[in-house]
């Protein structure tokens, strides 16, 4: 959870970062409450158990005629530090479930208020303008037959689809350029597990308020990720890494599943709101003082991808209220999709700072003979199928074919424009 010497020495601050994301700052009270009753069963239970301890020693050196009634008293005590033995897991249950009502403590400067508060930091390029009428991302798929819709819903249900021919093909393009930027700039590649256990789902902090996003198969008690930043967040689980040599960076392709949940009736056209979508996931784990220099380096990797795909957009630096419960900070890069009229998200990256390492027990010794601490954590994407729909609409011709961005080409077999099938 959060750093619980933070909890009671400043609850304050926690509270401030509470009602920031337009949670109760009651929460707060809750947490220290029950964490002091639980410290305070806990106490209890170990002065019982000192007490039995003692108890017994002088139970073995008692002379005989006094044994029995030293007995009965040890059978007394067994008694009480059982009642207080389940008191303490009674109340380490209620200090859990406050606690986790408790989430990352947002970072100085982060907007306060909801999804519509958020701040822009800056735009890239100019919007596209067209001499034509505009066909949305859709449109061009089905001229380009890159996207099969009907097809999709037919064989899965709503809001699932195939990429055909050159949707297929630029999907990849996508995902490969993506992965070379990635181990370029010195992120170890990762094809992780799709499915995770429960603890991992939760160490994450994605069994929270996103619960009902997620794809649960009951049989087997796995989930299925939305992000590889889930199963990358467990590669290091339970351990101590070696942090060194610096930061450990690891770029996850992977296959991710959401249920869109309670987005009824949202972005029902075409493949910006799908319940399965490939996706490049940069993760990172560091020392807590570099957390924020990482931060900005993952979102300069994804402005350059964006630049390179001639993508006009924005960077915004996302509302406390709209935090993930893991995020201390959320930059989004959204780009700009014509017919919509409107930028759209294709990026987001989260400083999740010493949150998750705490949750997933990942530390690191911030010298030798020191004593471990968490390490902080981040991800961020850097390719995903969205991206297909900014692409489509902004490198179209009144011909409906599209133009293929330089950078794609070599991932093409040199194709320069993707042309309407006949």
């Excluded at 998200?345 to 990942?362: F, K, M, P």
Aim: with cysteine; proline share 5%.
């Amino acid at each position: 959870m959060i750093d619980l010497a933070l909890l009671r020495d400043n609850p304050d601050l926690v509270k401030r970062s509470q009602v920031a994301r337009g949670e109760s700052p009651d929460t707060v009270d809750e947490a220290v409450a029950a964490d002091r009753a639980r410290r305070a069963a806990l106490t209890a239970y170990e002065e019982l158990r000192a007490e039995q301890n003692a108890h017994g020693k002088k139970v073995a050196q008692a002379p005989k005629d006094e044994k029995p009634a030293l007995v009965a008293q040890a059978k007394d005590l067994s008694d009480r530090v059982k009642a207080a033995q389940l008191a303490v897991t009674e109340a380490e249950e209620t200090a859990d479930a406050a606690l986790s009502r408790i989430e990352n403590i947002v970072i100085d400067g982060v907007p306060a208020g909801g999804e519509e508060a958020f701040v822009t930091l800056r735009t890239h390029g100019q919007t596209p303008t067209f001499d034509f009428e505009p066909l949305d991302h859709l449109a061009l798929g089905e001229k380009l037959d890159a996207i099969d819709m009907e097809r999709g819903t037919k064989v899965s249900g709503s809001r699932f689809y195939f990429l055909t021919g050159i949707g297929a093909r630029l999907e990849y393009a996508l995902m490969s350029l993506a992965l070379q930027r990635a181990v370029d700039a010195g992120f170890i590649p990762m094809i992780p597990p799709t499915l995770v256990r429960p603890e991992v789902m939760r160490g994450t902090g994605f069994l929270g308020q996103h619960a009902d996003e997620i794809y649960r198969l009951e049989a087997d008690d796995l989930y299925l990720v939305g992000t590889s930043e889930v199963p990358l967040a467990g590669y290091h689980m339970g351990e101590i890494i070696d942090l060194a040599a610096g930061a450990k960076r690891y770029a996850g392709w992977s296959t991710c599943y959401r249920r869109e949940a309670g987005s009824y009736g949202k972005d029902t056209r075409g493949i910006i709101r799908v319940h399965q979508f490939n996706k490049l996931e940069m993760f990172v784990y560091t020392t807590p003082e570099d957390a924020e220099a990482e931060h900005l380096r993952l979102v300069a990797l994804q402005e350059q991808m964006l630049q390179d795909l001639g993508l006009s957009y924005r960077v915004i630096d996302v509302a406390a209220g709209d935090l993930g419960s893991s995020a201390a900070r959320k930059y989004d890069i959204e780009a700009w999709v014509p017919t919509q009229d409107a930028y759209r998200e294709l990026t987001s990256t989260s400083n999740c700072t010493t949150y998750q390492a705490r949750r997933l027990d990942v530390r690191y010794r911030p010298a030798p003979d020191a004593k471990t601490a968490p390490v902080a954590t981040l991800n961020g994407t850097l390719a995903t199928t969205r991206w297909i729909v900014a692409l489509l609409e902004t490198h179209q011709r009144a011909d409906g074919s599209v133009v293929i961005p330089e950078v794609l080409r070599p991932y093409l077999g040199g194709l320069e424009v993707a042309e309407p099938v006949a």
